[in-house]
């Protein structure tokens, strides 16, 4: 992620009620940033037909509430590389349930069912899925490291804009699918 600089990243013009968002206003650091997340492990939930530049990267954990309702108002109708992460409390659960989710021959059922059972599994993580998972969250770590005005949390989503920039939303409320879906798609 070491090609955002934080001059690269800006807050936008929202109200303080929503500081959590900003935008890589350099079409080519907004690439860049982009192609970087696209290497990283992720559930992929993309329906048939969507075009390349309108897919969201979308960080988060699998027992945060409100990555769950992001997801349930997302799964489907937007297009998104879900990357799972551990930042809440309970890390060892919580890196059980993210990495039963990358080692699934089907993610987005994984996901849906970590999501609804909220249940960790016995088994630990394989050291290659360890090794993912924390790629993942050093990608994310420098990502807050790279814009010090937004503050970490999840989900973390980065929409691509049909004009080449990318915004940056921390958190989800409802609602925030229309706007996601508008930033997407520019209207």
Same mark, same amino acid.
Request: overall charge neutral; hydrophobic content about 35%.
């Given at each position: 992620m070491g090609s955002a600089s934080p001059q690269a990243v800006q807050p936008?013009?929202?109200?303080?009620v929503n500081a959590a968002y900003a935008t890589i206003e350099d079409a080519k650091v907004a690439r860049q940033v982009m192609e970087s997340l696209g290497k990283l492990d992720a559930v992929t939930d993309i329906p048939a037909g969507t075009p390349v530049g309108q897919v969201a990267t979308i %960080? %988060?954990?699998p027992r945060c509430p409100?990555?769950?309702a992001a997801f349930t108002a997302l799964h489907g109708r937007i297009a998104a590389r879900w990357v799972p992460i551990v930042v809440l409390g309970e890390p060892?659960?919580?890196n059980r349930m993210a990495a039963a989710i990358l *080692? *699934?021959?089907d993610r987005v059922a994984a996901l849906k069912n970590a999501f609804? #059972?909220?249940i960790a599994p016995a088994e630990a993580a394989s050291p290659e899925t #360890?090794?993912?998972l924390a790629e993942n969250k050093e990608a994310f770590a420098a990502i807050f490291?790279?814009?010090?005005?937004?503050r970490p949390g999840v989900p973390t989503m980065f929409v691509p804009r049909p004009d080449g920039r990318l915004a940056i939303m921390v958190g989800y409320e409802a609602g925030d699918d229309a706007k996601l879906r508008s930033v997407l798609t520019g209207s």
């Open positions: 936008s013009n929202q109200s303080a %960080f %988060f954990d409100y990555c769950h060892e659960a919580g *080692s *699934s021959p609804a #059972t909220k #360890t090794a993912k490291a790279a814009a010090p005005q937004l």
